[in-house]
């Protein structure tokens, strides 16, 4: 019985992606890492702050990832394009609001962008939970972030749906004991669908909380 849908935000809820890439792109390159495209697409499977900036400059102090963190958070806030809702999202949301489904998200974003974000773009309200990145020590695809909704939401996890972009966010759902729903806007229905999601979709647009619940039977 489906009992609850989670989301992701990035990339998900929010259409953030090429945002952050050019973000994390000029934070990099102003303290000298230079990327490729292929290295930055680590920055949209849905990992930590702390984890992004260790995979490109090694081993950091707590005062430094705040710092850092902090300086890439202003780069994207000045980006100069606003950050929009995914296609059909909104819509979706109402209509699983209507239909009286629980509603949570699990992002690795940080608790102060992601509220802030959610505040600006006026979508806090369709979520009853919130897990950060700020409150697991691991990020996906470890599934611990999926578990802590799951016990704040009081649902088992086999009971909720996951909604994901990302490989790493897909198996930390999977791993949890969660089915997941990909979201495969990116070209990458193949890699999510490999990592365990089923169905996947291109955008929110005419799905259905009809649709969610056959994934249970």
Known sequence: ???????????????????????WKSFLEGVGRTTSD???DFILDGRKREEILEYFLGKLDSEQIA????????????????????????EFLDHLLNSGVRMALATSAGRHRAYGTLEELGLAHYFET????????????????YRLVATRMQ??????LAVEDAVSGVKAARLA?????GVAHNGRADLLRSAGANPIIEDFRSLSFAQLEACFR
């Open 155 to 160: 649902e088992v996890p086999d009971h909720l």
């Open 67 to 90: 710092e850092y963190g902090h300086h890439k958070d202003e780069l994207l806030r000045n980006h100069g394009t606003r950050l929009e809702p995914m296609t059909g999202v909104v």
């Open 130 to 145: 919130i897990v950060t990145g700020d409150d697991v020590t691991a990020g996906k695809p470890d599934p611990a972030i």
């Open 38 to 40: 292929v290295e930055l």
């Open 177 to 181: 004991g969660m089915r997941c729903l």
């Open 1 to 23: 019985m489906l009992r609850g849908v989670v989301f992701d935000m990035d990339g998900v809820i929010i259409d953030s992606h090429p945002a952050h890439r050019a973000a």
